[in-house]
């Protein structure tokens, strides 16, 4: 079978059943290959407890394959219908100020309930039974956006009794669990795991250590609630994949534990926003890192399972995506891994919460302007898409990102402006405007694929982690770590043996002895005998033999003293970083860090233009995507050949052009 690469998601039970045919005869005029249908239509599926109907599915799934496109099977659990939930209210989710959420919306579950889950595993096994071995039915994904909704959800009976589950297995006896969480402040011992609450909102303050295991039950709970049905799906579709549809950086569930379960990841793209106003070019580093740190769960190339195809918005709406705009989106969601992109929705809705959160075709179902831009997009990307089939980009850049990190900050984020994501993309732009391709790597990951490893805010640290970080700049690597790094042990305790980054200390050359959280202030700093502005924090460090100053302190009562080193050690250098280093001096570390390890851009920058790359053993597929509405010109690089596009060194508004240059 052809590899698929373009899809849309379809809801043919939103229509008329004559409408159907048409609907496919335009998508197989359009290049369309695939659908992916089901995820919300519990009701249609079981309209009665235990009457299952599954004959509209089956005539749609039958109807698409004549024309010669496949289906993706969802698993509609994330959306229980009305019969259930009036049989079963306990089924709905109570949030932390202890509310019960209502019927009306949806993910309105709580992951735990043994009665849901009970519910999940009949109709799941039904569907896996049935679809299993459908020669259409090409995969499937359970549920939609897992973790999306549950923010602060549940705190219900069974939730609470799951976490005291969850905390017996991990430390045992009541006593291990105050020990770790520290309860002997505030008189919060427990005599027994059955005391213990899931965390309601609190008259004052909360304990950092019970919130972060409350953060990681959470995560595991989703991963639990989804492994059940993945169990199923296995047992019966044994040709089939499972994916699931991520949200970028969303933190509810950790997206690297989770995509042990997939086959690959997907993911959610819609560069419009959620009905905020358009910052066209501010934005693009956060698109970029969103698609970089999704092809970083599972490390391979992903799909996009909703890709922006109108305007967004629910109740108020963005603007419009221009001329070729669309096409530019979903191209730099192939440079960034993507193999596949299926764009959110194929027809706009008439009716229900999403009526003005726009598919290719409007509402009166009329072929327009974004059919036949979508249309032209797909004939000439798809050939490519078979051409470029198993590259992937290979940056000489990582990142490191954590999701217990982000649980950490979220919990105590030290400054209204600090922000654990927000942070790993501000080193992410500054390496973005420069043309330098990033990829994201967990803690577990191979540090040692990259040149240069920056690892901001290494909150919580373990004596693995940090025996890794000194034995990667040992061999050569140059690694960048920042404030607040080494502060605290895996149960979000202060660390007292040593000062900070404590062992860390012997890589990074120094020692921080006092701290300044820059509330409502910025330092001023020099570095290279120029005057720099730097926000959030100062540390106040003591140098170690070796260790040389980069920046320094230029104001406040630590004038003088330094603010950024570089220490060699082993065969590699440490970068400390004191401070969050405002616009223009990250702009100035960065280019001295590439320098200094012989990193280079792969192209000369341009305002507004895009390059990323990708490459499989014999060649390199150069993206250069101009996400301006003007012209832009920019310099082609040597021996290349023009895979898409006709001059290279001009883009038109919003035009890709792929370069292929052979390896030697
Ligand atoms: C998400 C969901 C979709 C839809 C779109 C648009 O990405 O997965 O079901 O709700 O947003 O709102
Ligand atoms: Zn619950």
Same mark, same amino acid.
């Given at each position: ?24 005869l ?18 249609k ?13 089956d005539?749609?799934?039958a109807?698409?394959g004549?024309y ?9 659990t994330?959306?229980?219908p ?14 932390r100020?202890?509310r019960?959420?209502?019927f009306?919306?949806r ?8 009665v849901y ?9 039904k569907?896996?039974q ?17 973790g999306n ?5 549940c ?22 669990l ?13 005599n ?7 965390p ?14 409350w ?7 989703i991963?639990?609630f ?5 169990e ?11 994916t ?9 569930v950790d997206?690297?534990?989770?995509g ?10 819609y560069?419009g926003?959620f ?9 693009n580093h ?10 970083s ?42 193999d ?12 229900g919460?999403?009526?003005?959160w ?20 797909i ?9 470029m ?20 900050f ?23 405007e420069?043309?330098?391709p990033?990829?994201?790597?967990s803690?577990e $990951? %191979?540090?040692?694929? *990259?040149?240069?490893l920056?690892? #901001?805010?290494?909150? !919580? ?5 940090? =025996?890794?970080?000194?034995?990667y ?26 000062e ?10 120094i020692e ?5 959280c ?9 570095f290279?005998g ?27 009562f630590?004038?003088?003293e ?7 050690? $082993? %065969?590699?250098?440490? *970068?400390?970083?004191?401070?969050? #280093?405002?616009?223009a !001096?990250m702009?100035?570390l960065?280019? =001295? ?9 792969i192209?000369?920058?341009v ?7 990708r490459?499989?053993?014999?060649e ?5 995507i ?15 050949q023009?895979l898409?596009?006709?001059q ?17």
């Amino acid at each position: 079978m052809k590899e698929l690469h373009f899809g849309v998601d379809y809801y043919p039970e939103h229509w008329e059943r004559e409408r159907w045919d048409r609907d496919a005869l335009l998508m197989q005029e359009m290049g369309i290959q695939m659908v992916r249908m089901a995820e919300f239509s519990w009701h249609k599926l079981e309209p009665r407890e235990g009457s299952y109907d599954f004959g509209w599915l089956d005539e749609a799934i039958a109807l698409l394959g004549k024309y010669g496109i496949y289906t993706i099977v969802g698993t509609p659990t994330a959306a229980p219908p009305a019969w259930m939930i009036n049989k079963h209210p306990e089924i709905l989710p109570i949030d932390r100020e202890g509310r019960v959420r209502g019927f009306g919306g949806r993910h309105h579950d709580c992951q735990s309930n043994p009665v849901y889950r009970e519910y999940i595993r009949k109709l799941v096994t039904k569907m896996a039974q049935h679809y299993g071995e459908n020669p259409y039915v090409i995969g499937w994904q359970p549920d939609n956006e897992l973790g999306n909704s549950h923010q602060e959800l549940c705190t219900c009976a069974s939730c609470r009794s799951r976490f005291q589950d969850w905390l017996q297995k991990k430390y045992g006896t009541a006593e291990e669990l105050n020990r770790a969480w520290g309860t002997s402040f505030w008189s919060q011992e427990y005599n027994d795991f059955s005391e213990v609450y899931a965390p309601r909102l609190t008259v004052t303050g909360e304990n950092p250590s019970a919130m972060l295991d409350w953060k990681r039950f959470c995560s595991d709970l989703i991963v639990d609630f989804t492994r059940e049905q993945t169990e199923i799906i296995r047992k019966y579709a044994k040709n089939q994949f499972i994916t699931h549809n991520y949200m970028g950086f969303a933190d509810k569930v950790d997206y690297y534990k989770l995509g042990e379960l997939l086959d690959f990841v997907s993911h959610d793209q819609y560069p419009g926003g959620f009905y905020l106003p358009r910052t066209p070019h501010e934005e693009n580093h956060v698109l970029a890192a969103t698609l970089d740190v999704v092809r970083s769960y599972k490390n391979q190339p992903f799909w996009i399972m909703e890709q922006q195809s109108g305007i967004t918005g629910w109740e108020i709406m963005g603007r419009a995506p221009e001329p070729g705009q669309l096409s530019a989106w979903a191209m730099q969601s192939i440079a960034h891994g993507a193999d596949a992109v299926v764009f959110f929705r194929w027809r706009t809705c008439a009716m229900g919460t999403e009526q003005y959160w726009h598919g290719i075709l409007p509402h009166s179902g009329n072929p327009g302007r974004r059919y036949r831009e979508l249309q032209d997009f797909i004939q000439e990307v798809d050939p490519l898409m078979d051409y470029m089939h198993g590259s992937m980009p290979r940056p000489e850049v990582g990142i490191v990102f954590s999701f217990e990190q982000e649980y950490a900050f979220r919990i105590q984020p030290h400054h209204k402006d600090l922000s654990y994501t927000g942070q790993v993309q501000k080193y992410y732009r500054a390496l973005y405007e420069k043309n330098i391709p990033v990829d994201f790597v967990s803690e577990e $990951g %191979d540090f040692k694929k *990259y040149k240069i490893l920056l690892a #901001p805010l290494q909150y !919580l640290m373990s004596p693995e982690l940090e =025996e890794k970080y000194m034995d990667y700049v040992r061999q050569g690597g140059h690694l960048l770590l920042t404030m607040r790094t080494g502060v605290k042990d895996r149960n979000n305790f202060c660390m007292t043996e040593r000062e900070l980054p404590g062992r860390l200390s012997e890589v990074a050359g120094i020692e921080v002895l006092e701290y300044d959280c820059l509330r409502n202030a910025e330092v001023e700093v020099l570095f290279h005998g120029r005057k720099f502005l730097a926000n959030i924090w100062s540390d106040l460090m003591r140098l170690l033999p070796g260790t040389k100053v980069l920046v320094a302190y230029a104001s406040e009562f630590y004038a003088g003293e330094p603010c950024i080193t570089a220490h060699p050690y $082993g %065969d590699g250098i440490c *970068y400390y970083v004191g401070t969050e #280093p405002g616009e223009a !001096l990250m702009e100035a570390l960065v280019d =001295e860090i590439l320098s200094r390890a012989e990193v280079n851009s792969i192209l000369p920058p341009v305002q507004g233009v895009e390059c990323m790359f990708r490459e499989n053993d014999r060649e390199r597929f150069l993206f250069v995507i101009n996400h301006s509405g003007q012209e832009k010109c920019y310099e082609a690089p040597q021996g290349y050949q023009m895979l898409k596009g006709v001059q290279a060194g001009c883009l038109g508004a919003y035009e890709t052009q792929i370069l292929k240059i052979g390896k030697s």
